[in-house]
């Protein structure tokens, strides 16, 4: 499998540099998740961290270059939607 040097930016990781595994298409995954364990021998406590595009800079590569943004939210997105999934109601 091959990986990639992906940057972090906010949160606990910020300004490191982790090596994260590519999927099939080339790319990392959407949202990164990093269980973190209590002190107290509770739950662990999952940071999760979303993909977004790099800024480039002066440097232009063919491939698209990724990092990883703290999402203070957690994970909100729930999964896959699909077309035919009935809207989730407030």
Known sequence: ????ETPFVGGPLDGRVLPILLGPTGHPPKTYRVPVP????????????????????KRHT????WQYEYAPEGDKDGGLKWPWSKPNKP
């Open 1 to 4: 499998m091959k990986s990639e």
């Open 38 to 57: 209590d002190d107290a021998g509770g739950p662990p406590t999952i940071l999760v961290y979303r993909r977004a595009p790099a800024p480039t800079g």
């Open 62 to 65: 063919l491939t698209p270059r």
